[in-house]
């Protein structure tokens, strides 16, 4: 049974999600007060609306508190996207994704209740940061402020040597959950599982323990 998604705000952000629900087959209703970029994606989604959602009878009419999930994904407008996600809430949305434009937005966002809270520039620029500082690091993704999941490429240090061999855990206070091989995701990998070059390790730690980590054994 497809899900159904409600996107407020067709910017850059919008749209880009838009798109992907769509390509993942499921169901969704885009609403901008700009009629030119909802004529846009008029032939590209399920349903496309002109309306101000900061108007509750617009949300009312659409029927918003009957979707799955709402992402109110408005970029250039606070107020617009406190109000819209404080309607939202009142009107019984069970899950709200709101995109934040900086920590005071966050902190408001919070007090009201949304779901979740995203900051796609913020980490698309910490992932850059990451990806270019080390040559090894393929992905990174922020699970809070000090801790991560990263992908790193085995270097051929590491090339035959296993999690014992390494001792990883309690010599970098991180742990391997898998190991990608060209095709293959090796999931929870034995201790006596041999790294290969070029093998993509996934890593789960402290921020700080897994730059040692790359620093001293991947470089």
């Given at each position: 049974?497809?899900k ?14 838009c798109?992907?629900?769509?390509e993942?087959g499921?169901?969704?209703?885009v609403?901008?007060?700009?009629e030119?970029?909802?004529?846009e994606?008029?032939?590209i989604?399920?349903h496309a609306?002109?309306?101000n959602?900061?108007?509750e ?5 659409l ?10 994904a ?22 709200i994704?709101v ?14 209740g ?6 796609p520039e913020?980490?698309m ?16 993704l922020?699970l ?14 590491l090339?035959?040597?296993t999690m ?31 790294i ?12 700080s323990?897994?730059n ?8």
């Open positions: 049974m497809k159904e998604f409600a996107v407020i705000g067709l910017g850059r952000f919008g749209g880009s999600i798109k992907e629900l769509m993942l499921m169901e969704v209703m609403i901008d007060k700009n030119e970029r909802v004529n994606y008029a032939n989604v399920s609306v002109v309306g959602s900061v108007d009878n617009v949300l009312k009419s029927g918003i508190r009957n979707f799955e999930h709402v992402i109110v408005i970029g250039d407008d606070i107020q617009a996207s406190i109000l819209t996600t404080l309607i939202l809430k009142e009107m019984g949305v069970n899950n994704t995109k934040a434009q900086n920590d005071y937005h966050e902190k408001v966002l919070k007090k009201i949304a779901d979740s809270i995203i900051h913020r980490d620029g910490k992932r850059i940061a990451h990806n270019i500082v080390s040559n090894n690091v393929l992905d990174y922020e809070s402020d000090e801790h991560s999941i990263v992908e790193i490429k085995a270097s051929s240090r090339a035959g040597r014992v061999d390494l001792d990883i855990r309690a010599r970098y206070g991180i742990t391997i959950v898998a190991i990608k091989r060209e095709n293959d995701i090796i999931v929870s990998p034995q201790a006596n599982e041999p290969e070059q070029n093998d993509i390790l996934i890593v789960i730690g402290a921020d323990d897994i040692r980590f790359e620093k001293k054994v991947m470089s």
